[in-house]
């Protein structure tokens, strides 16, 4: 990883989503790519991202476990996450905002 980029977090459990991530930011950002909800919270404790994608649909924990999680342990009160969901539901959009997600 390079020192002088910002490292960022993308919690996606479908490797072509994850793929087209890639593709845009890998350039100008360190990625650390997560399957699952767990390993999401685990590669955030090694790498502490400075920004956080997460999929709201994964499997072992969700991205609102993850995110309730991280608030509970006070990790992300400076990190931006964006939640992210192939769903088009106004009340993913509400809940998220609702648990501090950008």
Do not use: C
């Not at 087209?20 to 955030?44: C, M, T």
């Not at 924990?61 to 990790?75: K, S």
């Amino acid at each position: 990883m390079q020192k002088d980029k910002l490292t960022i977090l993308i919690a996606e459990d479908n490797e072509s989503n994850y793929r087209l991530f890639q593709s845009i930011l890998k350039r100008e950002y360190n990625l650390v790519h997560a399957w699952d909800g767990k390993e999401a919270v685990n590669l955030y404790k090694l790498h502490t991202p400075q920004i956080i994608l997460m999929d709201i649909n994964m499997p072992v924990m969700d991205g609102f476990e993850v995110l309730a999680l991280m608030n509970r342990n006070h990790w992300i009160e400076d990190t931006p996450v964006i939640m992210i969901s192939s769903e088009d539901g106004a009340a993913y959009v509400r809940r998220a905002y609702e648990m501090g997600a950008s």
